[in-house]
Structure formats: C-alpha cells, structure tokens
C-alpha cells in the first residue's frame, strides 16, 4: 500500500499551492494577516476507511453555522464525501456531517453541468485537479474540466452564494439533487426559483425531519424538467424516492451565473425568511468579505507569532476546525424569535438548539477552550442541552442530529458542569443539574444515551465483564469521572452534603478496576474476580476504541489516587514511560479486523501512545503530577511536530469535531484541560514566541517565550505576572483577569523545576 505521507510530500508543491494562499506570511507579519487564510480546510482530507490523516472534509461555512457546504467527490450517501485522492467531483453539497462514521443529514447538492445532460451523480461528474482548486474558510473555487466551468462558493449561517463561470453553449445546465430516500423539488421558471426538501439522514430516528431550500437563480432559466432518479417527469413539481430538476440556459463565454441558497430545518417559509434576511440583494464579493470578516474576528482572538510558518499554518487550520461543531440547529423566526425544530420529538419550538458533537471526544478539551475564548456560544449551548433535556427526556451523548446510538461515557456531565464551574451564568442550570442527576442514574432509550449497565455500577462501583455489557471498564471509568463533576457542581450550587457525597464516594470508583499484579485497569466480573485471560494489549473488550495501556489513565480528576495504587511518583512517571517505550503490538480480535485507530497507533513510532484516538491524548500531561514535568515537555514537542502538519495528510487519526485540533491549540499555548471540571490547566511546552489571548471580557492574557528555537522544548524557568512560578499548572479564574505569562526555554531539562508536592496539578484525593 501506498504511504499517503511519502505521496503527498512529492505532490504538496504543486497540488497544495491554492491552500497556501498566504504562502509568503513570515511569522512576525501574522498580526497584519487575515487568520481566515492562514488556515487550510483541506488539512486532514487524504483519509479512508483504513487509514484516517483526519477524515475531514474542507467545509464552507462561518463559524457554528447551521449550514455547511463542500464538494462532493464520494457517491450520494458515502460519508466520506470528500477525498483528496479523488479526481472527480459530482456536486457542490449542503452538509451537515459531523465525522464520516456518522455520516450526514440536512444534505442536498448542486452541479453545473454543460454539453449533453447527464443528471445521475456518476454522469455529471466532472474530472477536477488541485492546481485549480482553493479551499478556505469562507470560500471555495475549482475548475471543472468536463465542463468547463469555474465554480465558487461563499456561505452565511443558514445560506449561501454560488457564482459559476460558463463557457460558450447552448447547452449549460445546474442539476440540484435532493438525495435520496424520500425527497421533493419544484421548479417556479416565472420567479427563477427552485424550492424542496430532502428527509435523508444517517443516525437515530427523527419525526417530521425534512431540509427545506429554496435556490433562486439571476440569470432566466429556458430549460426546466424534473427528475424521480433518472426517469425524467412531465411535471415541474415532484415528490419521489429520489428527487433531482434541472434548469438550462444559454450562455457566453465567460458568463456568470448566480445562486442564492438558503435552508431550513423548520419549514419552506423559513428558508425563504433565512435567505431574505442573511443576503437580501449583497453581491458575491459582498458575502465573501462578510464570512472573511466573521472567521478574522473569531480566529482573531488568539493571535500567534514567532513560529515557523507551518506552525502557524497547522494552529489556524486546527482553530478553524475547533470553530465549526456543534453546530446551530435553531433559526430566527418572522417575529425575531429564537426557534428551532427538535430532532427529540419532531416539533418546531422555542428556543436554542445545536447538534453534530460527540462527548465523548469534545469534553476532554474542545468544550474547555469554548469556556476560555467562547463562553457567549456555549452559554447557547447549554441552553439548547435543557432543550435536549426536555424534548427527549436525556441528554445527549452523541448528536447527529438527534439521539446517536454510538460511543460510550455519560461525559455531558462534565460539559455541563464546566461551563457553570468556570464562570457561565444567565441560563437554567438548575434543570442542567436535575439532567445530570437523571442521566446517571437511568439508562437511556439507546445504549449511549444515561448510562448503560447503571445497576450494576450503583450496586457494586463498576459494570462488570461478564454480564454482557460491552466496553465496560472504560464505562466504568468514565461514570468515575462524570461522577466527580456532578459533584463539582452539586457543591458549586449549594446541593445537601448526602446529595453530593454519593457521587464524590462514586467519582473513586474508578480504584476498583485496577489490578496490582499488572498495575493497570482491567475487566472485572460480576463476583469481583478480574476478567481473564487478560492482554493489555488487546483492543476493545472491556474498553473503548483502544486497550489496557490506553485507558488505564482515564482518572482525570484523582491522578494522584491513581498514583498511589501505582506505587508512588517514580513507579508511576515509569509506568508512564513504558507507553513509550513498549512495541506497537495489538491485539485485535475483539473486533476481528485491524481498525483504522490500531493502524495509526501502529505507524507512528511512538510504541502504545495513541494519539489519533481520545482516550490517550491527556497522558503526556501525566508526568507533571509525578514532579517530572520535563518528560510532559519532551513528548508533547514530539507529537505536535510529528504528528500534525497543515496538510491534507495533516492529522494522525480522526479529527473528531474539534477535539484532536483543540489539544494541538491548547498544547501549543503552554497548557492543557486534563481535568475539564477543576479550576486548573496542567503545564507543557508553549510552541510560539507569543501568543495573544483576548478573552471575552476584554482581558488579555499574554504568554512570551524567551529562547525558544528549535530543540528548545524544555522550560527552564517560569514567570506569571512577575512572580516566579513553579507549579506546573494555571488556574482558569486566575487566566480569566489576564496578565502575562513568561516562559524561558532551554534545550537541556530543568530536574529541580516543579518536582514538589506542592507543585503538582489537581487531584481529589489530595483534598
């Protein structure tokens, strides 16, 4: 098999030139730069079903819009509908995909099509090549060499512009497919407009879902038809399985033709009210620089300098992905109200609504850098999870856009409780905490939705192997730390001492899992006999995605409890070691394949650290509780230089709706969430010269690095607003008053810099 990093390292200097769109920024020009076009949205794209570099797609749109718009090279339905190993694309696709396993909802597409018409998406495909191809933020260009035709793109929220230069013809065209599995279209050839709805969607079970739109045209079409699949229908308006128009005109060469898109969830009066309200007559240009200025003001909250460039390419282009999910589901009604429709019961109601996230990824750290930088967008949030709560009864786990029967955890405990813990207010938290409080003690109307195996883990402090209950140690494991921040947050609102003192007893739960014959965590049965045979190094099981050495450190919020079943400090930071050091072998019977997260843990010479998958990615940051924070430093360079490049092949493993891109931002300012419901970020190695963080609230918190070159990863000496610093963590409510942070790097460890007790982040036990 062909290695996409050694392909892609031949090809990056032509193919790649139209993402290097600034390709001339020196680091010290940054300030005078736009952020949009630091970033590349193709980053990530050069991925399979085997292997993942990402398994991004390069989305159009501004950030947390309800709508998002990419080309589409997979088949209708393939959720990986952009491949950068692809040469052909079928349509220009409205997009709502969180991650390819998940698939999409919301999605119809648009092609321009010249010479004889073919309507099918295999027919119309046109050959394209990356040469001609520019993919930003808030816009996107390619050439479509079959049809001769230049393409553009540009989005708002909830619509967009497309602007298509045709050659001479007779015979120009615009197919709009509305996918498949029940969808409707109507041609209006007197108001140039084109109306439908698609009720496609991958996961759960949605009531009354439809993705209404409405496209209007500026140049009178003379051709119209409508389309069930490829039977062509006498009528101008259709309701099939498979409902696709098109309309036809002349044109000159070099002729442009205008669309404007919009959408909604709620109804076709609303797609139309979105359309009027977020263009209303603004040219292409005009909407263009309207998105460029949205990405420049929210990118533009942290400002870095003194990199390299493709450091500072690889920061905007994660901070671009961090900016996109959850993404808005509600929509601003004839009255100016807050509306959204449900995907819990299938009614349109008040109030806000977001969808497209997986907590189990984005708890760890995407929805900790929303709670520095965003606090306004996850208040909405948190008020569209009540929403959640009352419609559908639970909160979600996995949004898709609904209830998704997928991935583990009861982790929208600690993204609730984080956000009141470190300072949000002005919302119904008193609800968000009685969802908790149901949620953990409940199992869902899925497996992924409450806790599965609840009895047994209230009854005995974990889910046992033997009782058919998949992954459950790393349910355990999770509960455990869910536990703790429903705690911390029962106390935060004055909650009875016998209220929160279960789930503070729970939170340690996480001791019964561990075996000291191995010194890792391990399956246990339900008579309180460890699973056997057991092999660290097998995948799955009794755990998530990954193995024994992988999720034996999930104890976020108790590492130092955890150090002590390890034996103490030094038998803990060489445990820590041995992930390193130990040979990538694997196990993977459970899942009678080699998953793709297997391989990518495999290829990247870094024995059993597996930082393409969640579970691991906070373990580096380990070593700064054993008092050895030089090795945090050592092996946090190490991933962020070999293991992220601003490139299509960019990524390691799934990006996963912010999550792999948050720990690249945060790790690249010096710090890092380990334990998102504490006050307290855990110290690294900060990547730039400086960095500018503006906050919300007008402060400013400033972080300069003096000495730092290239083979200088390790901090000799610390300052935080003059005073000397040893403690290898910040805590977030200081941060939020602002100041400056000064590091001094050297190539050679500082062994008598934060070694003490008293150094040392957050643990439980420790209070």
Same mark, same amino acid.
């Given at each position: 098999?062909?290695?996409?990093?050694?392909?892609?390292?031949?090809?990056?200097?032509?193919?790649?030139?139209?993402?290097?769109?600034?390709?001339?920024?020196?680091?010290?020009?940054?300030?005078?730069?736009?952020?949009?076009?630091?970033?590349?949205?193709?980053?990530?794209?050069?991925?399979?079903?085997?292997?993942?570099?990402?398994?991004?797609?390069?989305?159009?749109?501004?950030?947390?819009?309800?709508?998002?718009?990419?080309?589409?090279?997979?088949?209708?339905?393939?959720?990986?509908?952009?491949?950068?190993?692809?040469?052909?694309?079928?349509?220009?696709?409205?997009?709502?995909?969180?991650?390819?396993?998940?698939?999409?909802?919301?999605?119809?597409?648009?092609?321009?099509?010249?010479?004889?018409?073919?309507?099918?998406?295999?027919?119309?495909?046109?050959?394209?090549?990356?040469?001609?191809?520019?993919?930003?933020?808030?816009?996107?260009?390619?050439?479509?060499?079959?049809?001769?035709?230049?393409?553009?793109?540009?989005?708002?929220?909830?619509?967009?512009?497309?602007?298509?230069?045709?050659?001479?013809?007779?015979?120009?065209?615009?197919?709009?497919?509305?996918?498949?599995?029940?969808?409707?279209?109507?041609?209006?050839?007197?108001?140039?407009?084109?109306?439908?709805?698609?009720?496609?969607?991958?996961?759960?079970?949605?009531?009354?879902?439809?993705?209404?739109?409405?496209?209007?045209?500026?140049?009178?079409?003379?051709?119209?038809?409508?389309?069930?699949?490829?039977?062509?229908?006498?009528?101008?308006?259709?309701?099939?399985?498979?409902?696709?128009?098109?309309?036809?005109?002349?044109?000159?060469?070099?002729?442009?033709?205008?669309?404007?898109?919009?959408?909604?969830?709620?109804?076709?009066?609303?797609?139309?009210?979105?359309?009027?309200?977020?263009?209303?007559?603004?040219?292409?240009?005009?909407?263009?620089?309207?998105?460029?200025?949205?990405?420049?003001?929210?990118?533009?909250?942290?400002?870095?300098?003194?990199?390299?460039?493709?450091?500072?390419?690889?920061?905007?282009?994660?901070?671009?992905?961090?900016?996109?999910?959850?993404?808005?589901?509600?929509?601003?009604?004839?009255?100016?109200?807050?509306?959204?429709?449900?995907?819990?019961?299938?009614?349109?109601?008040?109030?806000?609504?977001?969808?497209?996230?997986?907590?189990?990824?984005?708890?760890?750290?995407?929805?900790?850098?929303?709670?520095?930088?965003?606090?306004?967008?996850?208040?909405?949030?948190?008020?569209?999870?009540?929403?959640?709560?009352?419609?559908?009864?639970?909160?979600?786990?996995?949004?898709?856009?609904?209830?998704?029967?997928?991935?583990?955890?009861?982790?929208?405990?600690?993204?609730?409780?984080?956000?009141?813990?470190?300072?949000?207010?002005?919302?119904?938290?008193?609800?968000?905490?009685?969802?908790?409080?149901?949620?953990?003690?409940?199992?869902?109307?899925?497996?992924?939705?409450?806790?599965?195996?609840?009895?047994?883990?209230?009854?005995?402090?974990?889910?046992?192997?033997?009782?058919?209950?998949?992954?459950?140690?790393?349910?355990?494991?999770?509960?455990?730390?869910?536990?703790?921040?429903?705690?911390?947050?029962?106390?935060?609102?004055?909650?009875?001492?016998?209220?929160?003192?279960?789930?503070?007893?729970?939170?340690?739960?996480?001791?019964?899992?561990?075996?000291?014959?191995?010194?890792?965590?391990?399956?246990?049965?339900?008579?309180?006999?460890?699973?056997?045979?057991?092999? /660290?190094?097998?995948? @799955?099981?009794?755990?998530? +995605?990954? *193995?024994?050495?992988?999720?034996? !450190?999930? =104890? #976020?919020?108790?590492?130092?409890?955890?150090?002590?079943?390890?034996?103490?400090?030094?038998?803990?930071?060489?445990?820590?070691?041995?992930?390193?050091?130990?040979?990538?072998?694997?196990?993977?019977?459970?899942?009678?394949?080699?998953?793709?997260?297997?391989?990518?843990?495999?290829?990247?010479?870094?024995?059993?650290?597996?930082?393409?998958?969640?579970?691991?990615?906070?373990?580096?940051?380990?070593?700064?509780?054993?008092?050895?924070?030089?090795?945090?430093?050592?092996?946090?360079?190490?991933?962020?230089?070999?293991?992220?490049? /601003?490139?299509?092949? @960019?990524?390691?493993?799934? +990006?996963? *709706?912010?999550?792999?891109?948050? !720990?690249? =931002? #945060?790790?690249?300012?010096?710090?890092?969430?380990?334990?998102?419901?504490?006050?307290?970020?855990?110290?690294?190695?900060?990547?730039?010269?400086?960095?500018?963080?503006?906050?919300?609230?007008?402060?400013?918190?400033?972080?300069?690095?003096?000495?730092?070159?290239?083979?200088?990863?390790?901090?000799?000496?610390?300052?935080?607003?003059?005073?000397?610093?040893?403690?290898?963590?910040?805590?977030?409510?200081?941060?939020?008053?602002?100041?400056?942070?000064?590091?001094?790097?050297?190539?050679?460890?500082?062994?008598?810099?934060?070694?003490?007790?008293?150094?040392?982040?957050?643990?439980?036990?420790?209070?």
């Amino acid at each position: 098999m062909i290695n996409p990093l050694n392909f892609l390292k031949l090809s990056i200097g032509c193919c790649i030139s139209a993402f290097i769109m600034t390709a001339d920024v020196k680091a010290q020009d940054v300030k005078m730069t736009s952020f949009a076009d630091l970033a590349n949205p193709l980053m990530g794209t050069s991925s399979s079903y085997e292997l993942s570099n990402g398994n991004t797609y390069p989305a159009v749109a501004v950030p947390w819009g309800m709508n998002f718009w990419t080309a589409q090279t997979g088949k209708m339905g393939d959720g990986w509908q952009y491949m950068y190993t692809a040469n052909k694309i079928r349509g220009f696709k409205q997009t709502h995909q969180p991650s390819p396993w998940m698939n999409d909802y919301g999605q119809f597409s648009i092609m321009p099509v010249t010479g004889k018409l073919k309507v099918d998406q295999d027919g119309r495909a046109s050959w394209f090549s990356h040469k001609t191809e520019v993919a930003k933020p808030y816009y996107y260009s390619v050439y479509l060499a079959d049809h001769d035709v230049t393409a553009e793109l540009t989005p708002t929220e909830r619509s967009a512009q497309f602007r298509f230069t045709y050659p001479q013809s007779d015979s120009s065209f615009l197919v709009i497919d509305a996918f498949d599995k029940g969808s409707y279209i109507k041609i209006i050839p007197s108001e140039n407009k084109i109306i439908g709805y698609s009720t496609r969607y991958a996961a759960g079970s949605l009531k009354n879902f439809k993705n209404y739109f409405v496209i209007y045209s500026d140049k009178p079409f003379t051709f119209a038809k409508t389309y069930d699949g490829n039977k062509a229908s006498a009528s101008m308006e259709l309701q099939g399985e498979h409902a696709l128009a098109v309309i036809g005109f002349k044109t000159k060469r070099g002729e442009q033709v205008r669309l404007r898109v919009a959408s909604s969830f709620v109804s076709a009066e609303q797609a139309e009210l979105n359309l009027e309200r977020e263009q209303g007559k603004a040219s292409f240009d005009s909407i263009k620089q309207q998105a460029r200025t949205v990405w420049n003001k929210a990118m533009g909250k942290l400002a870095v300098s003194g990199g390299t460039e493709t450091q500072i390419q690889t920061f905007y282009s994660c901070l671009y992905r961090m900016l996109m999910f959850p993404n808005k589901l509600y929509e601003i009604d004839a009255k100016n109200q807050i509306v959204h429709y449900s995907p819990y019961n299938g009614k349109v109601l008040p109030g806000y609504m977001f969808a497209g996230t997986g907590f189990w990824d984005t708890f760890r750290a995407l929805y900790p850098f929303l709670n520095l930088v965003y606090p306004s967008i996850n208040k909405e949030m948190q008020e569209g999870l009540i929403n959640c709560y009352k419609e559908g009864g639970f909160l979600p786990e996995w949004s898709s856009p609904g209830y998704a029967n997928v991935m583990i955890g009861n982790n929208s405990a600690s993204v609730v409780a984080e956000a009141y813990l470190k300072g949000l207010r002005g919302y119904d938290i008193e609800t968000l905490y009685k969802a908790l409080i149901h949620g953990a003690n409940n199992e869902g109307p899925m497996d992924a939705v409450g806790r599965k195996g609840v009895a047994y883990y209230n009854e005995l402090g974990y889910v046992p192997y033997n009782v058919g209950i998949h992954e459950n140690a790393a349910r355990t494991l999770e509960y455990a730390y869910d536990d703790f921040a429903i705690y911390k947050l029962g106390k935060a609102l004055g909650k009875p001492a016998a209220e929160i003192d279960l789930y503070k007893q729970r939170s340690l739960n996480y001791s019964k899992l561990f075996d000291s014959s191995t010194g890792l965590m391990r399956g246990k049965n339900k008579d309180g006999s460890f699973a056997t045979p057991f092999n /660290p190094f097998k995948w @799955g099981d009794a755990f998530t +995605e990954g *193995n024994s050495w992988h999720y034996s !450190w999930s =104890v #976020f919020h108790d590492v130092n409890g955890l150090m002590n079943l390890m034996g103490g400090k030094e038998k803990f930071a060489a445990k820590l070691d041995s992930v390193f050091i130990l040979p990538p072998i694997f196990d993977e019977s459970y899942y009678g394949q080699v998953i793709h997260e297997i391989r990518e843990m495999q290829i990247v010479n870094m024995g059993q650290y597996a930082h393409g998958n969640q579970p691991i990615q906070h373990m580096p940051y380990l070593y700064a509780y054993a008092g050895q924070p030089w090795k945090t430093q050592y092996h946090i360079r190490q991933i962020m230089d070999k293991l992220y490049q /601003p490139t299509p092949d @960019g990524y390691c493993g799934d +990006e996963d *709706n912010g999550q792999t891109s948050a !720990w690249y =931002v #945060f790790s690249a300012m010096g710090f890092y969430p380990v334990c998102p419901a504490s006050d307290q970020y855990v110290l690294g190695t900060p990547l730039f010269k400086q960095v500018v963080l503006t906050l919300e609230n007008g402060k400013k918190v400033t972080i300069k690095t003096e000495n730092n070159k290239e083979g200088n990863y390790y901090v000799d000496n610390m300052t935080f607003n003059g005073q000397v610093w040893t403690k290898n963590w910040l805590e977030h409510s200081a941060l939020q008053k602002g100041g400056t942070i000064n590091f001094r790097m050297s190539a050679k460890p500082n062994v008598k810099r934060g070694v003490n007790n008293a150094d040392r982040p957050y643990s439980l036990s420790d209070k």
